[in-house]
């Protein structure tokens, strides 16, 4: 079947420090991977996106790589700053009846202190 | 371009009664799906609209459940005799169909709490 896991939280860092956050795939098949955000009282929103192997996608100073080899899309972000604050959801779409069905992780909420 | 709105925000109920979301989507999306988050958990699929057809229902979704988008517009979602287990997000989202390249815009979601 078709999973997505992702690295337990809650993460807290210092503003200004390195972001790994680590996610990992189950999928039969060539799925899109996709980071989204949900900050404090509001809905998700798409970080970021990649359609194929070796694809990264960037966004607002935050990347990942669609690593096919190691079934990986690790979101990572040089220098994080309080307004990152938020729980972030590593998710795969795959087809079905000709729409993308998404599969989410169980979330990591990230803390970033000043 | 104003987004997917859901109404309402929150919704108390006691055990037994019944409730009704709704959903509107993007102007001119032609999907529109549902999903559920349970606390500290990801969404979870429950059922799929291509225009004003139901194309697809997950497991998640008993008999108690239903959902419509007449006209292919709007959607809403009822959850009948309500119980303590359905309390829950429940979002919707909806795209514009590009395949692979398809993006889901979420909705704020409908936040259930079942008494």
């Known amino acids: 079947g078709n999973s997505v896991t992702q690295m337990e939280g809650p993460v807290t860092l210092s503003e200004e420090a390195f972001l790994t956050i680590n996610c990992t795939y189950t999928?039969?098949?060539?799925?899109?991977l996709f980071w989204y955000v949900q900050y404090p009282g509001e809905g998700l929103q798409l970080l970021l996106k990649?359609?194929?192997?070796?694809d990264k996608g960037s966004n607002k100073g935050f990347e990942a790589t669609y690593r096919k080899e190691t079934t990986s899309f690790h979101l990572e972000k040089g220098s994080v700053q309080v307004s990152d604050s938020a729980v972030y959801f590593c998710?795969?779409?795959?087809?079905?009846?000709?729409?993308?069905?998404?599969?989410f992780g169980q979330g990591t909420r990230l803390t970033i202190n000043p | 371009d104003t987004g997917v709105s859901q109404d309402p925000r929150h919704k108390i109920t006691k055990r037994g009664q019944n409730v009704t979301f709704r959903c509107d989507p993007i102007?001119?999306?032609?999907?529109l799906y549902w999903y559920r988050q349970t606390l500290g958990q990801g969404p979870e699929f429950l059922t799929y609209?291509?225009?004003?057809?139901?194309?697809?229902k997950s497991r998640l979704l008993s008999d108690r459940f239903s959902a419509e988008r007449p006209k292919g517009s709007f959607s809403t979602l009822e959850i009948q005799r309500t119980e303590q287990g359905d309390s829950a997000m429940y979002l919707c989202?909806?795209?514009?169909?590009?395949?692979?390249?398809?993006?889901?815009?979420f909705g704020p979601g409908t936040r259930l709490l079942v008494l």
């Open positions: 989202a909806s795209s514009l169909g590009q395949g692979a390249w398809e993006t889901q815009y």
């Open positions: 999928a039969t098949g060539y799925p899109s």
């Open positions: 990649a359609t194929k192997a070796d």
């Open positions: 998710a795969l779409s795959y087809g079905i009846q000709g729409a993308q069905k998404l599969v």
């Open positions: 102007s001119e999306h032609n999907r």
């Open positions: 609209f291509q225009n004003e057809a139901q194309l697809e």
